[in-house]
């Protein structure tokens, strides 16, 4: 019992000796955990990145459209079977957007990126224009671009544009207007106050490009040689929004002399106007000219293809030789308002139209319009369903000269189609 005593006793001595050494131990501290905050200087839904004084914001949208359109063999090709023509689409879309901002000593330094994935029967963003029986997906970038101070440089929306900027929210229906969209781009931008802003830019010419008409149709495009150069004037204000635009544009064509190039100029306004009467009330307008330079009025995107529109050039070869530009003009507009709090409405319209020079080759004159409605419901928040309808005619003078981007002759003079649609939408 003596011996067991004294072992019990050596190990509750060892035990208190090294309990009494390991309080003299150094102990470190475990690092703080660090956790997402919300950062307030740029608006809701920004947070930090942990680490860093950039802010970010991630947000994205998730569509399902259902669409018909009625275009029949005459809206397309003479010589065309009815079998030919499709008139129902299906289309996802996924949009993913990631907005990260810094407060720098020379200002806000932004980057902005938005990117797009589309899945079905049309792989064309704009699937209203053709619909594609050929199932498909397509990756692409909407938005890609820096802004730092008053620069914007990489792949944003033409400063030329007004109503696709702000507005331009149809489902399925085309309209004229600016069709110069998103482009490669280096502008500035200065601030005067008040609401007031002067935008230069040099834009990439490369898709605004209506080339020449030729004697058997399209010429091919010669190298860019000049950017196009664009300028607006900007005044956004607590009662809507006031913009006028210009732009120069260079039109060249292979098999053409250097003095046949030709250089086109575009010129538009825009206007928007928030209405007392109503929630959410409001109306918008957008006009256009065009002289050798069709994309900025957006009749050479052949937005009206359901309803048979026939190709659009910056310039012709004329009888007799040399070289015309042609000419174009195109008003746009929509209203809407809130109905209940959660249902908007919304009417559009849209009329364009082309002329070609005297004595052009293979060209023809057109005029083309588009007006109709779509009612939107948000059933819970960020979830809504909303459809819509269109008519959409087109004249086309001259049947013999008159060519769709195919080189096909149109099948009759006027067309028309009926384009509706139904879509399901969630935002977050």
Not at 30 to 50: H, L, M, R, T, W
Request: aromatic share 12%; charged share 15%.
């Amino acid at each position: 019992m003596r011996s067991k005593a004294v072992l019990l006793g050596a190990a509750a001595s060892l035990a208190t000796a090294c309990a009494a050494h390991a309080a003299d131990l150094p102990m470190e501290k475990a690092a703080p955990a660090e956790y997402v905050k919300v950062c307030s200087q740029f608006g809701p839904e920004f947070f930090y990145i942990p680490g860093t004084d950039t802010c970010l914001k991630i947000s994205g949208n998730i569509r399902a459209d259902y669409g018909f359109n009625t275009a029949t063999n005459s809206n397309r090709q003479a010589g065309q079977s009815n079998r030919a023509t499709n008139q129902t689409a299906f289309q996802g879309r996924f949009q993913l957007g990631f907005d990260a901002r810094t407060d720098t000593d020379y200002g806000l330094l932004r980057s902005f990126i938005l990117i797009d994935v589309l899945t079905g029967t049309t792989g064309s963003q704009q699937w209203q224009t053709g619909f594609n029986s050929t199932a498909s997906s397509t990756f692409y970038v909407d938005k890609a671009y820096i802004q730092f101070g008053g620069l914007t440089a990489g792949y944003a929306e033409s400063f030329y544009s007004f109503y696709d900027n702000y507005f331009g929210d149809t489902y399925f229906a085309p309209y004229f207007g600016s069709g110069i969209f998103t482009q490669n781009l280096l502008a500035y931008t200065a601030q005067f106050g008040g609401g007031l802003s002067a935008t230069v830019s040099m834009e990439d010419p490369g898709s605004g490009r209506g080339g020449f008409g030729g004697a058997d149709g399209a010429l091919v495009n010669g190298g860019t040689k000049m950017p196009n150069f664009v300028a607006n004037v900007l005044y956004d204000s607590a009662w809507g929004k006031a913009q006028v635009m210009g732009a120069i544009h260079e039109a060249d064509a292979l098999g053409l002399s250097s003095g046949e190039t030709k250089y086109g100029y575009a010129f538009g306004a825009g206007l928007s106007v928030n209405l007392p009467v109503m929630t959410g009330a409001y109306v918008a307008l957008e006009g256009d000219y065009g002289n050798g330079a069709s994309a900025f009025t957006g009749v050479r995107n052949n937005q009206f293809s359901p309803a048979g529109a026939p190709n659009a050039y910056d310039a012709d070869i004329v009888a007799g030789g040399g070289t015309k530009t042609t000419t174009s003009w195109a008003l746009t507009g929509e209203a809407g308002v809130n109905l209940t709090p959660q249902l908007k409405a919304m009417i559009f319209g849209s009329y364009g139209r082309y002329n070609a020079p005297s004595g052009a080759l293979d060209d023809g004159d057109f005029t083309s319009y588009v007006a109709g409605g779509q009612l939107e419901y948000e059933i819970v928040k960020n979830m809504s369903i909303g459809a819509e309808v269109s008519y959409v005619g087109t004249n086309a003078k001259g049947l013999a000269q008159v060519m769709l981007a195919d080189g096909e002759e149109l099948a009759k003079q006027k067309t028309n189609a009926l384009v509706a649609g139904v879509r399901l939408k969630r935002t977050f």
